[in-house]
Every structure is written in C-alpha cells, then in structure tokens.
C-alpha cells in the first residue's frame, strides 16, 4: 500500500501510537511517531522543565514533517502519528496530503486524563514532563480533533476500538487524494 498517507491524531493517552503501530503493521507501512523522535532528539541533552519540552517538541515537529515529505516525494506511504493540534498543524499537514492519498484518524476517550495520570505514575521518557502537563490538563480535546479537508474518522478508543480495528483498516486502505 505505496504512496498513501494515514495521520493518527487525538489528544495525549488517547491509544494513539497504539492504534498507529497496528495500523502499520496491517498495511505494511513504516510509522513515524512524533514522541520517537522527541525521545531520541534529547539523548544529549540534560532534563529541562516544560518550556524545554515544548521546544524539543517543536524541533521534533520540524523532523516528523521534512521526513514525512521524503517519504512521501518517493511515492512511498507512512503512518504518522502526533498530538496534532488544530491551528497549529494544518498547513503542514495539508501540505503532506497535496501528495498522497490521505485519511485522518482521530482517537478519543473520555478516560485520556486518567489514562494519562496511570502512565505519568509508572514513568515514561524524561521529555515528556507528565507531571507539568497534568497540572495544565483542561480536560479540552477540540484542538486535538484535526480536520484538513481529507476523509476522517473518528475511533472511540474507550475500550477497544469503536469502530473495530477491520473498519478502520480498511478506512485507511479506500484513502483518495483529497480534492484541492
């Protein structure tokens, strides 16, 4: 499944990756995660507080969108998955889908901020600052719910995945190139 372009968005603890990877593993495409390549961008870098985070996260942004691109440019296809947040990510976004054939799959839940606090607990990568983000959490997911013009769908990711993972694939597999 060459040249085609599935974008994993939603907000933080929302299955996300999980879905992406799966995803990936059932249309046999890479996946590019935004939080691989924060993680792995802060290797040389001592800890820093939130605004640190958020400029890592920025430069990680910059380095998900350029390999996508390149990707992309070779006719090849990707699964990449973000906390893309509207207004911030759509040109960007809409210019990777002037490319390829593109879907947008949005998970949700109402559990993310818990989901989020039982990750936080356990610990994860020092970039990501958990304890920083809980204390913003406004419990808001709008900004996460990207739309950039191409075919979306959204999964409840609750328990499972609403729709099933069978629907979703073949979501992704019936992508076209969106009309300009």
């Known amino acids: 499944m060459s040249g085609r372009l599935v974008i994993v968005a939603g907000a933080p603890a929302t299955g996300k990756t999980t879905l992406a990877q799966a995803l990936g593993a059932s249309l046999g495409l890479p996946v590019i995660t935004k939080d691989d390549i924060k993680e792995a961008l802060a290797v040389p870098f001592a800890t820093g507080d939130r605004d640190w985070s958020r400029q890592l996260g920025v430069a990680a942004y910059s ?21 893309f947040r509207r207004g911030i990510s759509d040109k960007p976004l809409q210019s990777l889908a002037a490319r390829a054939a593109t879907v947008v799959i949005v998970c949700r839940t109402p559990k993310a901020r818990d989901r989020y606090a039982e990750r936080a607990a356990i610990g994860r990568h020092r970039v990501h600052v958990d304890d920083a983000v809980l204390a913003e959490w406004n419990g808001d997911e709008a900004e996460f719910q990207i739309d950039i ?3 979306r769908l959204i999964v409840d990711t609750t328990d499972g995945y ?9 979501f992704a597999q019936n992508a076209t190139v969106a009309p300009r």
């Open 63 to 83: 380095v998900l969108f350029v390999v996508a691109e390149r990707i992309l440019a070779e006719g090849h296809g990707l699964v990449l998955e973000s906390n």
């Open 149 to 151: 013009g191409t075919p």
């Open 162 to 170: 609403a729709p099933g993972m069978e629907h979703i694939v073949a």
